[in-house]
């Protein structure tokens, strides 16, 4: 590699350019830089023909192999197509990156002394042949993907030699898999039309039916296909099975072997895998740009404001999930219009991906598996939940925080593939998760709010606490705003980085540690203080392996300090509990006169009879029938209805052994009755 272009590698790596696994190209050279490039070129082919790829799958049929070595002095493999584009493996956090010279320019018509002459004699035809230059076989052809074969003589005729164009260089470089032998595919690297290399892990199902999706990705990824030879294209992908076969990853998360990460355009660790995805491109996956001294710069105005700091640090502890056995979970920012909600969200986001990265609530629970199989072991940021539909909240919210997609069969009745991801939740909206569900006729279930917190996000200035050296709220949300818009992605790969280099750090362990320093009173708040521990140690993490560039312990402070908000909205007690005795009091408020009279009258109620009342010392105790009752607790079991009254002193009369009461009635026997006196003051939502 000369020194121009080792110049321009490095200059490439300290902006951040990204030559991922998938979709990994080198941008075109403009002006002089790309006629010195060209001169170099013109001169390097006039002595010698393009060599082979190291370990690069060659096709090459018949006698044409020998006479290939021979004029290359190399060995070729077997496999797939030769190609001219030396292939050089850099650090694997930064992809496969191939030399800038290899890519021949193709709209530029070559020399006639340039061009490698090929004999139909020394093809084993029907064959495929790969060039990236212009060659002679029979007239001068355009580099790209050849069908050779030869036509059958008609009478005095004599066979037809003939040679058609499929598309634009394309090699078949590998066989893919997954860790646990399933869902094959091939490793596929082309030139787009610029003449730039990529390289995709393309799904073998994608060869099903007309190959129309196939072709579609192709060409919306540079590749030029002849429309008339269309149908060439699938049997030469299956044409020869390369010897070399690589692992393939199908979402983004951590390997089996925990080795390596995936991000969708690139690996982080030393293990050779590949993503493997029906889309070339993937919108809104985790991908960096401008510069990680941008992004810290903007993350040290985060400190001092406890809501961006925990944004940050739920961002990042996606990938700490699978090392410390935690589900998946996050946090919902509630807060009027125009506070900096969404602010706080997009600094988030800036840890692993730009703009695109921060999705809304206005998707459906199907759209939503997809994407969060996409951002596993990351994190999934949703703004503003009035965009979604209110009645699909609560299973939105129980599908993300378990990690699984619907089950679903296929066309012969049998199961299909379920999505499944661990990943950490950002979500904001003016209303809670509690009050969008009502808004649907749903009533949050505990399983819910601890899974995803609702936490105030109103601070002294909007979601600020301290402004620096902005006039006011409004100022500094547009800075960060702008700097996150310049500068994002880097945070999460350095800090996965710094994770891998861990080993086998017993990561439990410190979790465990911070866990004591968070007081709770009941096991959903434990549950809830487990989360914050969790949040607190990704960021801390970050802050020692110089990710962040906060104070130490200043993480640990800001997750108790939301740990604290999130007690204070929440209210003491179990949420069941809690809801269970809002329940029954609203349903005394709104059927107390009308279907409740007195036990010492013999009267009808003036609806259908839900129990009788007394009075005691000035204060009513309703009479309920387990019938009311069961209605009065909603959808929660029987017993732990009356576990929740029991519990609070709602019971003020019962038969010994029993929670009920045979009591005489006016006119109406003797049945068991649940005696309840509710209590002002309890502490219920």
Known sequence: MDESTQNLYAMLDEQGENFGTVGELIPPKTGSEEVSLMQKKTKSRASKTPAAAPDTPVLLLGDEKAERTERTGRTLSNGAACSGSPVENLERTQGTKFEIDSAIDPLRDADDSQVE???????????FIVRDDWFDLGGKRKPGVWYCY????????????????????????????TENGQF???????????????????????????????????????VEIEQRNRNHLATYLQWQTPKQVITAATRTDWTAKGGAFVLHDRIIGSEDVHFQSESI????????????????????????????????????????????????????????????????????????????FKRTWRATSNGLEGVAALLSDTCLCLDEISEADPREVGAIVYSLGNGTGKTRANRIGSARHVH???????????????????????????????????????????????????????????????????????????????????????????????????????????RAASRF?????????????????????AALEACKMMFDQ?????????????????????????????????KSENQSPKLER???????????????????????????????????????GWLVERDQGKRSKKTAITGGGKPGLYWIQSAEESDHA
């Open 566 to 598: 999130w007690q204070a909205m929440r209210g003491t007690g179990a949420t069941e509990h809690k809801q269970i005795l809002q329940s029954v009091s609203d349903y005394i408020l709104k059927h107390g006169d009308t279907r409740f009279t007195d």
């Open 117 to 127: 002459r090929l004999s139909f004699d020394k093809l084993d035809m029907p064959c």
């Open 184 to 222: 094959f595919g091939r490793l596929l690297r082309f030139r787009d039309t610029l003449g730039r290399w990529r390289k995709w892990a393309m799904p073998m199902e994608l060869l099903r039916g007309s190959c129309e999706e196939l072709r579609g990705e192709l060409l919306a990824a540079g």
């Open 420 to 526: 499944r991801w661990r990943l950490s939740l950002l979500s904001t909206g003016e209303r809670s998760i509690s009050a969008a569900m009502q808004e649907g006729g749903k009533v949050a279930k505990a399983g819910q709010l601890v899974r995803l917190l609702n936490i105030p996000a109103a601070r002294a200035h909007g979601v600020f606490d301290e402004l620096h050296t902005f006039a006011n709220g409004r100022e500094m949300a547009d800075h960060f705003k702008t700097e996150c818009a310049k500068h994002y992605g880097y945070a999460g790969v350095k800090f996965v980085e710094y994770i891998i280099r861990q080993g086998n750090a017993d990561f439990g362990a410190t979790l465990a540690q911070i866990e004591e320093q968070f007081t709770h009173s009941d096991s959903q708040a434990a």
């Open 150 to 177: 030869e036509t059958e003589g008609k009478g005095d005729n004599p066979p037809t030699q003939t040679v058609t164009r499929i598309c634009s260089p394309l090699y078949v470089d590998g066989v893919t898999n």
């Open 610 to 648: 839900a129990g009788w009342y007394t009075d005691r010392g000035g204060e009513r105790v309703y009479l309920f029938t387990s019938a009311a009752l069961k209605e009065a607790g909603g959808n929660y079991d029987f017993k732990r209805v009356l576990d929740a009254l029991d519990s609070a």
């Open 281 to 356: 491109a993937a919108d809104g996956s985790a991908r960096a740009g401008g510069d990680f001294q941008g992004w810290q710069r903007m993350a040290a105005l985060c400190e001092d404001n406890p809501v961006l700091m925990l944004s940050v640090c739920v961002a990042l502890a996606g990938p700490l999930l699978v090392k410390v056995h935690r589900d998946s979970g996050g946090v919902h920012w509630v807060g009027d219009s125009s506070i900096g909600k969404t602010t706080a969200l997009i600094v988030g986001g800036s840890v692993w991906g730009g703009d695109d």
């Open 533 to 553: 521990a969790l949040y607190a140690l990704g960021g801390e993490l970050a802050i020692e392996a110089g990710v962040l560039p906060w104070q130490q312990g």
